[in-house]
């Protein structure tokens, strides 16, 4: 990566020469009819190449539709990550390329300054220029009634916040007072730092910009209180629901909920090319339809879908490999890149006193790790393809050590036992289930998503082993966001996820998943909004071992070199295992992808994860495409 006294230089894909640009039959109309201008007006005059035959695949032909299924309109936010246009973003082989940027230089992991494509725009037409990062710099995250915290954490260093500086109107740097290692890869995040919006669109929520009755007109017909909130609503790209948001990646929405199906369609300024010249993406449409979660499986091994991952799990793989027979679908298996399948995640910040003072001592944790039988887990859910483990960095990371994997993930319920013994719960009631010291039963609601069959299935047995121990595990299931802030108000006493979402890191990408960062992680929702809001909100962490990994990360954000940063991991992965603040039980599992028997360039094996491969993301959904039939 970069050490210190050093710059590295990015630049973007070089266009081949001779191509002639290609148009989209799906834009013909609109060409001819004057509603576009024609192709090579529209894209950038220095466009991303995508050469197929250098990355293994085939040159592709225009498509129609794509079907995909999901269990509720919250996720539509696939789209974008699918998508994955960022100024720079991971490849296949995870190692960061520029994306939308011409080009970047990061001297000293301090200094970043990036260079945008010449004629890039928008796609409804627009520029992208240095004014969508000056706007979003001064006009948002510098305003006060917008950001009350001032710029994001994610912006300061040392306690000190970014300088930013237009250089020219297609290029901008990022000053930090000490190193900044984790910026870039940020901006290569399934959900990205941001740092622009389409100003020329967002002006008119604006205050600094709209007159105060045109802004009453648009606050009272977009049903929010002030001006805040409209703005806020209106310049949301994580969730798409705006159709008027203008975007740059590869398909647009053109529905806004709510409704059953949602509709993408191609964007017209998209940046990326093939080698022949042909405008991508190769689909011309993403068409979303919502089913409920329990039926996404079924309706997948009937052919509803042509590119399904989401809803579906390894347990459904005996369906889908028996559907190829009567359907025109092709399974194939990735790799997850989760620190385990599934997880538990005692709530160290739960309301309930009693249980919030276990779950804060190790020894709880660790009991309630060994009570577990991975063998059996492995064996009943994944047919013994998955690895039993503790949450931690796969093998296919440098990272990994096997003590990482194995600590306090045997199976020993004599040990487990005596941990919960050694706590104060010797005392057993009803069904020899423990006694906890305020005399009610020591009873675990675990709550899930309810959006995974897998999870449910492998709750049930470990609820089998927690009985032996003397703990009662009882299954919740809740709607994903209700989930999410019973978590922050501290309801939860203990959730099931996944594990950590990148277990295939290097040293370069951050270790925050490590540390209490982020009001997602729900073993610590309430010290990871400390962290995320600049400490001020939430409550600081009062755990000496949290704390430290905290101390570490900030360590890792102000290292220079790879191998400081090796050794920071090190210390941080040690130290999270020895503390067992996620019990994971099984990873390495495999993913099912369904696609349609005909579509091409959709790897045969791959890595599949949130981070840092944002799903489909790495794998270019734009270039995938129908053969004829």
């Keep these: 990566m970069i050490t210190r006294r050093t710059a590295l230089t990015l630049l973007a894909s070089v266009a081949l020469p001779s191509i002639t640009f290609a148009e989209a039959p799906y834009f013909a109309t609109d060409v001819r009819l004057g509603n576009l201008p024609p192709l090579p007006e529209r894209l950038p005059r220095n466009p991303r190449v995508i050469d197929m035959p250098a990355l293994g695949r085939t040159t592709g032909r225009y498509s129609g539709s794509m079907r995909m299924l999901i269990s509720g309109q919250r996720d539509i936010r696939l789209i974008p990550i699918y998508s994955y246009a960022r100024l720079v973003g991971y490849d296949a082989d995870l190692k960061l390329v520029t994306d939308l940027l011409a080009s970047f230089e990061a001297v000293d ?6 260079r945008l494509r010449e004629g890039h725009r928008w796609s409804d037409g627009s520029p992208f220029t240095a004014e969508d990062f000056r706007y979003c710099w001064d006009d948002m995250m510098n305003n006060a009634e917008l950001y009350r915290g001032g710029p994001p954490v994610d912006l300061i260093a040392d306690g000190k916040v970014v300088e930013f500086s237009v250089i020219d109107p297609l290029t901008v740097r990022y000053t930090f007072a000490s190193p900044m290692p984790d910026f870039l890869p940020k901006l290569a995040a399934p959900l990205p730092l941001i740092l622009f919006v389409p100003q020329a669109y967002m002006k008119q929520f604006h205050a600094s910009y709209q007159t105060p009755e045109k802004l009453a007109e ?11 909130s409209l703005h806020a609503k209106m310049v949301r790209s994580i969730r798409p629901e705006n159709p008027d ?20 369609e191609r964007n017209p300024y998209f940046h990326r090319v093939d080698q022949i010249g042909q405008q991508l993406p190769y689909f011309d449409r993403i068409v979303l339809s919502v089913a409920s979660a329990e039926i996404i499986p079924a309706k997948t091994a009937t052919g509803e879908s042509d590119l399904q991952a989401n809803g579906i799990s390894f347990p459904d793989y005996t369906l889908m490999k028996q559907a190829e027979k009567q359907h025109p679908l092709k399974v194939s298996l990735w790799r997850r890149t989760q620190g385990s399948s599934v997880s538990l995640l005692p709530n160290l910040n739960c309301n309930d006193e009693v249980w919030r003072k276990l779950f804060q001592d190790v020894r709880m944790r660790r009991a309630l790790s060994v009570a577990i039988n991975r063998k059996e887990l492995n064996k009943v859910n994944f047919f013994g393809l998955g690895r039993e483990s503790a949450d931690t960095v796969l093998p296919e990371s440098q990272l990994y050590r096997p003590e990482y994997a194995s600590a306090w993930a045997q199976y020993d319920p004599d040990l487990a036992n005596a941990l919960l013994d050694e706590l104060g719960l010797a005392e057993r009631g009803g069904g020899n289930i423990r006694i906890l010291p305020d005399g009610r039963q020591a009873g675990i609601v675990v709550e899930t998503s ?16 927690m009985r032996d121990v003397g703990i009662a595990i009882y299954i919740r299931s809740t709607q994903r966001d209700v989930f999410r802030s019973r978590a922050m108000g501290g309801e939860v006493q203990m959730a099931v996820w996944q594990g950590l979402d990148n277990a295939v890191p290097t040293a370069d990408m951050s270790p925050d998943g490590l540390a209490p960062t982020s009001s997602d992680q729900l073993q610590w929702p309430v010290w990871g909004t400390w962290y995320m809001s600049g400490e ?11 704390v430290q990994l905290i101390d570490l990360l900030q360590q890792w ?13 090190a210390q941080m992965l040690t130290l999270w295992a020895d503390q067992v603040f996620s019990i994971g039980t099984v990873n390495s599992a495999p993913q099912p992808i369904v696609r349609a028997a005909r579509m091409r360039n959709v790897p045969e094996d791959a890595l599949y994860g949130f ?5 489909l993301g790495a794998y270019m959904p734009d270039t995938f495409y129908n053969a004829r039939e």
């Excluded at 954000?557 to 991991?569: F, G, L, N, P």
Aim: proline share 9%.
């Design 218 to 228: 648009l606050v009272e017909v977009n049903r929010v209180d002030d001006w805040q």
């Design 109 to 114: 992991d301090r200094i970043y300054t990036l």
């Design 245 to 264: 948001l203008p975007t740059l990646e590869a398909w647009r929405p053109r529905t806004a909920p709510p409704a059953e199906q949602f509709v993408f």
């Design 557 to 569: 954000r102000k290292s220079t070199t790879t191998e400081q940063r090796t050794e920071i991991w």
């Design 450 to 465: 309810g959006e995974s069959n897998l999870e449910v299935d492998v709750l049930e047995l470990i609820a089998d082993h």
């Design 536 to 546: 001020t909100a939430g409550k600081a962490p009062d755990l000496p071992e949290a």
């Design 611 to 615: 981070t840092p491969t944002s799903f």
